[in-house]
């Protein structure tokens, strides 16, 4: 029903930055709670950030705190997660998740994953 697409990922040197943008797209209501993970070869997918449906309140992991911003703009139904002072502990593949709405006379949620992108930070 939803499909959520991730972009701006790549290559970046360690105390550089980048900005990841989500775009959700095919039949949905709204988008409750979007949030980005990440997933190594050696640790399992964990949370990075999340925001609400509003974007009233955020959360972090507390290795990201200080260092990433999510966002949301829900005219372009979008979600972003800005990242500065990069470290080599930040390379994964990083994904966009959606709790999203499809019709308007629910509360139910149904959980939605991106393909995931690759973030690497290296010298």
């Known amino acids: 029903q939803v499909q959520l697409v991730e972009s701006g990922g790549g290559l970046v040197q360690p105390g550089g930055s980048l900005r990841l943008s989500c775009a959700a797209s095919g039949n949905f209501f709204k988008i409750n709670t979007m949030s980005w993970y990440r997933q190594t070869p050696v640790k399992e997918r964990e949370l990075v950030a999340s925001?609400?449906?509003?974007?009233?309140?955020?959360n972090y992991a507390d290795s990201v705190k200080g260092r990433a911003t999510i966002s949301r703009d829900n005219t372009k139904n979008t979600m972003y997660l800005q990242m500065n002072n990069l470290k080599p502990e930040d390379t994964a593949v990083y994904y966009c998740?959606?709790?999203?709405?499809?019709?308007?006379?629910?509360?139910?949620?149904?959980?939605?994953w991106g393909q995931g992108i690759q973030v690497t930070v290296s010298s």
């Open positions: 925001i609400t449906g509003r974007g009233s309140y955020t």
């Open positions: 998740y959606a709790d999203a709405v499809t019709a308007a006379w629910t509360t139910q949620s149904r959980p939605t």
